[in-house]
């Protein structure tokens, strides 16, 4: 008797004619990407409900926010030997704020690419962290962890070619700490008055997200929550709007506040500076570069008499300037 030929043994769920060199990782129907299609209408539909349907509230309060902002002592910050990142074609304008309102912006601040509707203000800011490597992991948004997973190195993953680390030193006079709940709680305490808009109570109820107030932020510890999310870019790359970190820092801005420090999402421990260079109204307040630098560097040190310089107003328009 003929031996017969060994057939391939068919993957399950497929046709036998089905190339079995060929590896399915999912299948689904029309009617799957139609229902696919209006939850995500409708996820768009929930965050602009969180931003444009709460703005009224904020505008509303914006007095109250900013004096609850200022009801906490905000004490001046030294550093030394903090550590900032650039792409190496930058290198000599290390101290410009100018990369931060090129695309979407920074976690603390709003870039042109940030909101889709065109209705948020534009302000850039200066992130440092406490060590190059803090510095080199938000830069790259990654952590050492994600890094060895993947088995690429973060220039790699970044398609970034080279880089310029810093080392500067300063102090600035204004700065607000999120790192102490206790700073947050005079806001939480205003958030926590905002009223839920009538599509946030029908959005919630479609999809079965249970009290839309549980949505919005009104405790202290939701708040530093959010305003050190892990994942805060979701909100201008997926949505097309701001962050609440984002909106945060422009009502910091509004109470003249010289800038903010938080926790590295990136390098736990560690510390991160963001400086609103278009807010130093102190003369005790500067950025400098703390190692000799090439003749190449045009602004070695950042204060009041440079600051609007290295704003990097010159790449947003006039009428999307926050005054």
């Known amino acids: 008797m003929a031996r017969r030929s060994k057939q391939p043994v068919p993957l399950h769920g497929v046709p036998n004619d089905f190339p079995a060199t060929i590896h399915v990782l999912d299948r689904f129907s029309e009617s799957d990407l139609e229902v ?25 309060r914006r007095d109250q926010l900013i004096d ?29 704020a100018a990369g931060s309102v090129r695309s979407i912006g920074g976690r603390f601040n709003i870039g042109n690419d940030c909101d889709e509707s065109g209705a948020a203000v534009i302000f850039p800011a200066l992130y440092i962290g406490d060590s190059h490597e803090t510095a080199f992991r938000e830069c790259y948004q990654s952590s050492s962890e994600k890094m060895k997973a993947t088995g690429l190195s973060a220039a790699e ?33 205003i958030l926590a008055k905002f009223t839920v808009p009538d599509e946030l109570v029908r959005l919630a109820k479609v999809l079965r997200l249970g009290k839309p107030e549980s949505l919005l932020i009104r405790t202290p510890s939701r708040l530093q929550t959010n305003l050190q999310d892990v994942n805060w870019r979701a909100w201008p790359v997926q949505f097309g709007l701001p962050s609440p970190s984002q909106r945060f820092g422009l009502m910091l801005k509004w109470a003249g506040y010289e800038g903010v420090l938080f926790r590295s999402s990136k390098q736990p421990g560690s ?4 400086i609103f260079p278009g807010n130093i109204c102190s003369d005790r307040s500067f950025v400098e570069l703390q ?3 090439p003749p190449s560097v045009a602004h070695s040190r950042m204060d009041i008499s440079t600051a609007q310089t290295l704003c990097g107003w010159e790449y947003v328009r006039e009428k999307d300037r926050c005054s």
């Open 291 to 293: 190692d000799d630098f």
């Open 36 to 60: 696919w299609k209006k939850r995500s209408r409708e996820l768009d539909d929930l965050h602009d409900a969180l931003y444009h349907g709460l703005e009224g509230e904020r505008l509303r």
């Open 68 to 96: 609850a902002l200022n009801s906490k002592p905000a004490p001046a910050f030294e550093f030394h030997s903090w550590a900032r990142m650039v792409q190496y074609r930058y290198s000599s304008d290390p101290l410009s």
């Open 271 to 274: 510390t991160c500076l963001a």
């Open 157 to 189: 993953m970044s398609l970034r070619k080279s880089d310029t680390t810093v080392r500067i030193h300063g102090r600035i006079e204004r700065v607000f700490d999120v790192r102490n709940i206790e700073n947050l709680r005079p806001v939480a305490k």
